[in-house]
């Protein structure tokens, strides 16, 4: 973690990117069988998977009060 | 952001989602049964086996397998036909005491190749219906659907606000920070910031395509009155048919197929019910492909006389709605998208009972520190 105030664009780059992914995914699915199937579950498994590690790793079960 | 431009996004932030959490909690809860309804289905044996046949085995006449589903259920009229999306080796075929019936069906399986009964399952007891009306309408019919469709409306706001209000508690902190070595309260703050802001996209998705899914009756009687009225304008025809005086509906849809060639059967709302006119068979032809097998076309024919009257594609509030039940639903995408959508709802489940966590915890006025820092504090206290 540095000091210093972040922009909106350094705030928001990752979130809109893994919303663009996540919205990727859940149309591909719709337009398609087979490989628009596969391109779906890898493309939400990643904010998904991400989740999963901020829980894993980093939750609140490590607590030092 | 301005201090008091803050404090209202806040205030928005704070009441949607305290007033929408309860009932949001109740829909993950309930939702994660009914991703796998059809898997919970074959467990309890409430789901319907058919037997093997090759592929080319003729379909049966679709007039023999309302006859045998009317043997099943006799003097009840028939009230839709329709089968599994991925399977049709089998009809539903749901009667009630009255066309107008909204809450007490009975079914019968028919085979689609044999016309023989497999089984009357009741889908209006037992786990999944629980579920399902729970999830739906809180066994209150439309105006409960409504009433959860305002929830998710305020679930869309408190999404929306959360996202705003992202920025000022990220000002200085990395993506994906969660500050273990500070307070319980405050790793749980910044667990509730990087779960919500990950999934914020299904979130919302799931969210919107909820609500226009709870608009499906209203849409329905609008889509009767104002799309469908005008094109039978000509074809007042005195009352429902009796079922004694309805035509072949195998011949009906042979007609509709001929109407519609490249498209394939995939319901029928018999005269008077919902979905359909009073006079007419209303024949839901749906395409081949993922995307349009979604998008049903109704061709309407002559209940009396079979005959084709009109083919009328759906308006875009109904294709919206079409397309709001597989992105709500998360079954178009296979055995792996039911999981991940199980896993995004339950990191859903996390992120309200984070937001519920963070508002009964606030800090006592005493902590709060520099006033310099009071922004940012009030914003973390009002979190839920």
Known sequence: ?65 | MKAQTLRAWIWVHKWSSLVCTVFMLLLCLTGLPLIFHHEIGHLLGTEIETADMPAATPRANLDRVLDAARAEYPGKPVLYMSQEPDDDTFWYVTLADSVKEMERFDVAVVDARTAEVLGTPRFDEGFIHLMTRLHVDLFAGVPGMLFLGFMGLLLVMAIVSGVVLYAPFMRKLDFGTVRRERSRRVQWLDLHNVLGIVTVAWALVVGITGVINTLAVPALNYWQTHHLAPVLANYDRGSVPAPHELASLEQAVIAAEATEPGMTLSFVAFPGVLGSSDFHYAIYMRGETAMTSRLYHPVLADGRSGEVVASVPAPWYLTTLYLSQPLHFGDYGGLPMQILWTLLDLITIIVLGSGLYLWLRKPSEAKRPAEAARASTGAKESAA
């Open chain 1, 1 to 65: 973690m540095k000091d210093g105030n972040r922009t909106l664009w350094q705030i928001y780059r990752l979130p809109l990117a893994l919303a663009a992914l996540s919205l990727f995914g859940l149309l591909s699915a719709l337009f398609g069988d087979a490989w628009y199937d596969r391109v779906s579950w890898l493309a939400l498994a990643v904010p998904t998977w991400l989740c999963l590690r901020a829980l894993a790793v980093k939750g609140p079960g490590s607590t030092r009060r």
